[in-house]
């Protein structure tokens, strides 16, 4: 009995010696993208940061608002933006790496994740360009309410963000094939929603502006013109 | 300049009539001609228009087929002031100037004037007679009217630049040969085609030269053709070139001793009787607008005294910033401006209810002592710019973390 339980464990674990020689070609061969992603990743983190340095993107997206002023322990955009880089390009790696072995699960997984790797990168840049873009328009949209006089000028600032925002975030997720029939449908919904308010704030926000723009262009029938030019006529140069 | 070159330069007196293509500006440009030889007789004018393509200069016989009456001629209108490098006739003015060897040149607006007025004399006999090289106009005009000129760009060219020139965009010039050769020659044509050729571009180059530069009194100012801008598009268009030039010639103007008075020629002053009627309450309603909804955007310029003190003058009754503060903000955003804290046409447009709010305390004061009052009120602007100066060479000298 001991020699037929000693046969069985030999067995046993030349049949797991067998199975990880066998799988460790594929591992040293994983394990050697895996590496070569990670310097890959390095370098490319690298090159963007020089590259976002080269370009003053900090300042820039500061300047333009999409990003709030620098402070201790928090990271700039090129930081980010470099991290993100170097992420992906580990993560790419990485899957590549798991093509490798010739298992039907893994190689699976890992090439349809590779084929998706694309789409998932190009929804990302757009919400993120979006979330850029509507911190410039809500920062626009305001000055210019502000400026025109309009009370509600906070709110359609902000309506304007979520506008670009929802825009951004339904191509994003239209691009990865996410929910296509509900996105747009709720898109539809929420898009309308938020313009109907704007109108109506605009509306009753500048409807003494549009009273003013009336009076000075279509003058009541029989009334004289003022007897002094008022702040229209005036050149402020 | 040099005598010798004014006495090289044989050609004929050189006029840039500028004005909308609409005006008429062939036809008054050779009125313009005839004003100038009738003025300076024995010389030889040329009056010229710009050509179709915005380009170059065309004698206004030539212009519309040789017939004066023609409306073909220039895109600006300079009496707006605040011009930009690339729609500026500037640079087709002293290219054809040099060409022709002219004595003297000038920059004339094509709006008709006040009969009676020797407005073209004075503006080219500094030139033509007294040997000056930069001649800068100044207009009557009542004090409500170029408030952006009264609150910026007099006082704050005047601090800067140490000299006191009223209207330092006042559209027109006029110049002497030796100077326009070296604004021809100066690398800001390719370096800067954007801010070249402006208004302030020309009058900062006049400042911080060597060449001999006055002001003159032109009469009343001629009506641009244009319907009055926004203010927060007038504060686009001419601050950011005035901020511009502060940023090009810093290292300059932070040496500048204390303003000095300029030669002047003519008879200055504002006009009589009641001008443009100014709603200093709207203003008022507009600056504290702006302190409830832009405080996010002045907290990236403004110091939180400078914030306290705005936040303080909103609340007060009447509404208006004393001009000590109006100063200090303006001396702000020109540093912001310049660090590229904001991007420059949301900064400058940000500062629109700021200077509407200053514009609120000035409309009321002008309402009290008309314009008597206006000419002292002037000189407190000043002062109070004066006194921000070692506040802007400050700030400007250390933009690196720009934290107020």
Known sequence: MWDETGRIFIAAFRRTEEAIAGLL??????????????????????????ACERLELDRRLRAWGVAPPPAEGRAGPSHLVARFAGWTVLAIGFLAGLSVFETSTSSGVSARLLAYAP???????????????????????????????????????????????????????EHLGLGSTTMTVAFGILFGGIVLTLALAVGLGAKDAVARSLERHLPPAGEPPPARPDEHDVHHL | MPDADRQ?????????????????????????????????????????????????????????????????????????????????????????????????????AGQPREDGIDWLGALLA?????????????????PAEGALTTAIVHPLMRMAFGRDLRQPLGGE????????????????????????????????????????????????????????EEPSETLVRALGLVFRELERHAPRWQRAGPPRPVPTFGDGGFLPG?????????????????????GEVWGLVLSPSTRLAIARAAAAD??????????????????????????????????TPLYLGWLAGFARELDRSGVAGAEARIGAICAAYDGERHHLVARWRWPDGFTP
């Open chain 2, 8 to 108: 090289t330069a044989g050609g004929p007196i050189l006029l840039a009539v500028v004005g909308s293509a609409s005006a008429g500006l062939a036809a008054r440009a050779a009125e313009v001609e005839a004003l100038a030889r009738a003025r300076f007789p024995g010389r030889e004018v040329v009056a010229c228009v710009t050509g179709d393509a915005g380009t170059g200069l065309v004698p206004h016989g030539e212009a519309g087929g040789g017939a004066p009456g023609t409306d073909r001629g220039g895109r600006v209108d300079t009496v707006a002031g605040g011009i930009p490098g690339p729609a500026s006739p500037l640079g087709a003015l002293l290219r054809e100037a040099d060409r022709r060897a002219a004595p003297a040149l000038a920059l004339v």
């Open chain 1, 25 to 50: 070609p594929g591992l040293l061969a994983m394990l050697a993208i895996v590496l070569a992603a990670v310097l890959l990743a390095i370098l490319v983190r690298r090159i963007v940061r020089r």
């Open chain 2, 126 to 142: 500094p030139i033509v007679e007294e040997r000056f090289d930069f001649v800068c106009p100044a207009y009557r005009r009542h």
């Open chain 2, 318 to 351: 009447p509404v208006a910033l004393d001009d000590p503060l109006w100063a200090r903000i303006v001396c702000d955003f020109a540093v912001a401006h310049m660090a590229r804290v904001v991007e420059p046409g949301q900064l400058l447009r940000s500062l």
């Open chain 1, 119 to 173: 789409h998932a990168l190009i929804g990302t840049v757009l919400l993120a360009a979006g979330a850029g873009l509507s911190r410039v328009v809500e920062r626009s949209v305001l000055i210019g309410a502000v400026n025109m006089g309009l009370q509600s000028a906070r709110l359609l600032g902000l309506g304007a963000r979520w506008l670009v925002l929802i825009v951004a975030t339904a191509m994003a997720l």
């Open chain 2, 274 to 294: 009641d001008g443009p009627r100014l709603p200093a309450e709207r203003y008022a309603r507009a600056l504290q607008l702006g302190q409830r909804e832009l």
């Open chain 2, 173 to 228: 010039a006029a110049l002497s040969p030796a100077f326009a050769r070296r604004l021809l020659a100066d690398p800001d044509w390719r370096r800067d085609p954007v801010h070249a050729g402006s208004d302030a571009w020309l009058v900062a180059k006049a400042l911080t030269g060597e060449e001999r530069l006055c002001q003159a009194w032109l009469g009343p100012r001629p009506r641009a053709t244009a319907d009055p």
